[in-house]
């Protein structure tokens, strides 16, 4: 069963200690300079936001399909069964074309380092494979950010806009966006306004599929085209043949 | 005359030096000193131009390789050699470009033992490095030849057959992949760019790149190695080149038409006059000039029609990579002058080595003696060996 995180903006008060218990979970700096930051780096997983005192949190969304797993030439990332979609970092040749196919723009580049990491989110999996719940989840004084089964997650989140419509967007993101996230977020004011992609402009396709037409063609399209060449190759060069051949037998033809 | 020579030399030396310090700052200070790249613009110019435009320019060793190894059309064979040195020398290049470009180089070898089949990145780097492989036997004969050494040219020329389709299958795979690699962005790139055709578009443009490329250098090496003009092969590359800008053209349009975007392409914005720039570079004028049967016949005529073909293809490039995330992003991205003074190294690099290449081996054979000594008589000397060892030696 594959595990997710339910944001709840307006149960958020910005608190900042999900970002605090990020940093601690993954050795980072965090101190008032840090927490002052409000995008995403590399030395800065998930962030909280603040717009009209309204919060809005951003972190990787752990897409059930991740664009990042499938472009990697080396495979260094890759989405576990639990939920989280994890990075190896010894595999990394730092190519960045996780980070330019990313729709959420997630993995982040420590660009002044002379041995660089692409730094994103990782879902704590060594806590999620312990049974344990997120660092960010665990620490959340208000539930804002809730850890669970996926399923159980989508149904606590319906429940909680059917019983309470006027408060929240009748929405659930991350649902359905590019092929469904492991972490969804509802709110009251729309996502996007935080820099969050529009549903409508990422659509509910997975990435990989976009790149897997054509990857997925290309074993057939070897063989076809090898034989077209060699066709060809065999076609335009036969008449020289049949030419030299006509003349090797009228130079010696008694011989043979 | 040899105040010009200073002045190219001293024009060489000063990119050199500037490159060095680039480089120094890329592997001892890291990539966010050196260039303006950004966890927003994670690409630039080291992908936009060392990378899409390096693979694009030297595509014409595969489309001359193919015309006249696969097609048979003999009459091309004079150019067959320069264009196999420039799409060697051009993927070596490429592979020195990478270096500079991954943030991890020294676990490029990861790519052979941790491989992602799913990723289009994993098929051009395996197809890249095959390919670069593969020209290097391709490129080998003039070696020997150098050397006499008959026997390995014998072998080479066994294997020439598989040499030559394993070649052009590998640049119909990557060539086109390069285009495939942006297919995963279809909310990031502009619309002007994105498309579900951009392999067929990069595939396309690879070959009249190729044959441009093909015009500029044969015309660029006669003028500086004194070395006879072919017009009739030029001719014919003219006349092919024609064709296939014709066949991008109503590809490009095509898919404008299909996605009906026309309207928005002739309304002016910030991408629309990129998409201008590059239509007009690589389709109206070049179309427009060799539509002229005089300036088909001319050398002159042919050579800038290539430059144009060259640079506006450049520009597509430069546009898919670089101008089509700017809006999506919010911001500008101009490369730092270190990322220039890297890809401009890269670029004299590769002048250089085809200028020695020239010197030593005997790219261009048949020629027994330069027909005019115009810039560096004492420089270009005859062919090296007096007769080729074999005609045709494996290429």
């Known amino acids: ?256 | 005359m040899k105040f010009k020579l200073t002045f190219w030399k001293v024009v060489f030396i000063v990119i050199m030096v500037l490159g060095l310090y680039s480089t120094v700052v890329r592997f001892f200070y890291g990539l966010g000193a050196v260039s303006n790249m950004s966890d927003q613009f994670p690409w630039g110019l080291w992908i936009g131009f060392d990378l899409l435009c390096g693979v694009m320019l030297a595509a014409g060793g595969f489309c001359i390789v193919g015309a006249v190894y696969l097609f048979n059309v003999e009459r091309l064979h004079s150019v067959v050699r320069p264009a196999v040195l420039t799409a060697f020398l051009g993927y070596v290049l490429f592979i020195v470009g990478l270096l500079f470009d991954l943030g991890r180089p020294w676990y490029i070898w990861h790519q052979l033992i941790y491989m992602n089949p799913h990723s289009v990145m994993f098929e051009v780097g395996i197809c890249v490095m095959s390919y670069t492989t593969v020209l290097f036997f391709e490129f080998l004969p003039n070696v020997f030849e150098k050397f006499n050494l008959i026997t390995p040219i014998k072998w080479i020329k066994k294997i020439y057959p598989v040499l030559i389709i394993l070649g052009i299958l590998l640049s119909t795979l990557h060539q086109s992949s390069l285009g495939s690699l942006y297919l995963i962005m279809p909310s990031k790139l502009h619309p002007f760019w994105y498309t579900p055709a951009l392999p067929f578009l990069f595939f396309g443009s690879a070959i009249a790149v190729g044959l441009a490329m093909t015009i500029f250098e044969s015309t660029q090496s006669a003028k500086a190695f004194g070395r006879h003009l072919e017009l009739p092969v030029l001719v014919e590359l003219g006349g092919a080149l024609l064709v296939a800008l014709w066949v991008n053209a109503l590809l490009r349009f095509e898919d404008y038409f299909h996605r009906g975007l026309l309207g928005q392409i002739i309304k002016p914005s910030y991408e629309s006059y990129f998409l201008w720039l590059e239509l007009a570079l690589a389709f109206v004028i070049p179309i427009t000039m060799l539509s002229f049967k005089k300036v088909r016949l001319s050398p002159r005529g042919l050579y800038l029609a290539s430059i144009f073909t060259v640079l506006g293809f450049i520009t597509n490039r430069l546009n898919v990579s670089l101008t089509g995330f700017e809006t999506y992003v919010g911001h500008h991205y101009v490369p730092k002058w270190t990322e220039f003074s890297v890809t401009l190294m890269i670029v004299a690099l590769g002048f250089a080595l085809f200028g020695l290449a020239v010197k030593y081996l005997p790219i261009f054979p048949e020629e027994k003696y330069p027909v005019q000594q115009r810039l560096r008589p004492a420089t270009v000397a005859g062919p090296v060996t007096a007769e080729p060892v074999l005609d045709h030696a494996g290429n």
């Open chain 1, 1 to 256: 069963m594959s595990k997710a995180l339910l944001y709840d903006a307006t149960m958020c008060i910005a608190c900042k200690q999900c970002e605090g218990a990020c940093a601690q979970q993954n050795k980072l700096p965090y101190d008032d300079k840090v927490a002052a930051e409000s995008v995403q780096s590399a030395h800065k997983y998930t962030v909280v936001m603040t717009k009209d005192d309204k919060f809005m949190r951003r972190l990787c969304m752990h897409c059930e399909h991740p664009a990042c797993a499938s472009v990697c030439p080396v495979g260094a990332f890759h989405k576990t069964a639990e939920g989280p979609v994890v990075y190896d970092v010894w595999k990394c040749i730092g190519c960045r074309y996780c980070m330019v196919a990313c729709a959420f723009n997630q993995p982040k580049y420590e660009w002044q380092s002379l041995n660089p990491r692409v730094r994103k989110c990782i879902m704590c999996p060594d806590r999620v494979l312990a049974g344990k719940q997120t660092a960010c989840a665990e620490i959340c004084p208000t539930g804002a950010t809730k850890f669970g089964e996926r399923d159980d997650l989508v149904r606590e989140a319906q429940d909680r806009i059917r019983q309470n419509p006027s408060a929240y967007l009748s929405r659930i993101y991350g649902l359905n966006e590019v092929g469904g996230t492991s972490v969804l977020i509802i709110s009251n004011v729309p996502v996007e306004q935080y820099g969050y992609p529009a549903s409508a402009k990422i659509g509910d396709t997975p990435m990989p599929e976009y790149t897997g037409r054509v990857m997925e063609r290309i074993p057939d399209f070897i063989p076809v085209w090898t034989l077209v060449l060699g066709g060809i190759y065999w076609v335009s060069h036969r008449r020289d043949e049949v030419a030299a051949a006509e003349a090797e037998e009228k130079k010696n033809g008694s011989a043979r």
